[in-house]
């Protein structure tokens, strides 16, 4: 789906840095800016402290694409009850399409499509173009 998008002209890409879905979609566009220097890379995390319970290699994993990456916003600096939700704002905010992997209507990524579709943004579900 991100070659799709390239190939259409989109070159920013905002990523929420949640381990999974979201750091895989990272390493990816990570990987294709090495072959376009236009790809840009902006992680919209909620908290500094994001993945201070993580094992460490996904630590390893979160910190190296942060480090390579071209921005880094902060919703808080310590997690809070609401720094979750302010992140995943951000991220329709400030995007045109959201690309997500969605399966249930329940947690983060049903909130946040939820939010995308209140606000007019084009929804690619993963889950619903490989029949989950």
């Known amino acids: 789906m991100t070659d799709i998008l390239i190939d259409s002209g989109i070159t ?19 990987k294709k800016r090495k072959e376009n220097q236009n790809i840009k890379l902006s992680m919209y995390l909620p908290c500094r402290d994001q993945a201070a ?3 460490s290699k996904r630590k390893n994993i979160y910190r190296s694409v942060i ?3 071209d921005e880094v ?17 951000a991220l329709i905010d400030n995007s045109d399409i959201l690309v ?8 983060g990524t049903a909130y946040t499509r939820n939010y995308a579709e209140e606000k007019g943004k084009r929804i690619i579900n993963l889950a619903d173009l490989i029949g989950e």
């Open 53 to 55: 319970y993580w094992p």
């Open 73 to 89: 916003f902060y919703s808080a600096d310590k997690y809070d009850v609401f720094c979750m939700h302010a992140r995943n704002r």
């Open 100 to 107: 997500c992997y969605l399966v249930d209507d329940t947690g």
């Open 67 to 69: 480090d390579a990456s």
């Open 12 to 30: 920013h890409f905002l990523c929420g840095g949640a381990h999974g879905f979201d750091l895989l979609a990272a390493e990816y566009i990570l």
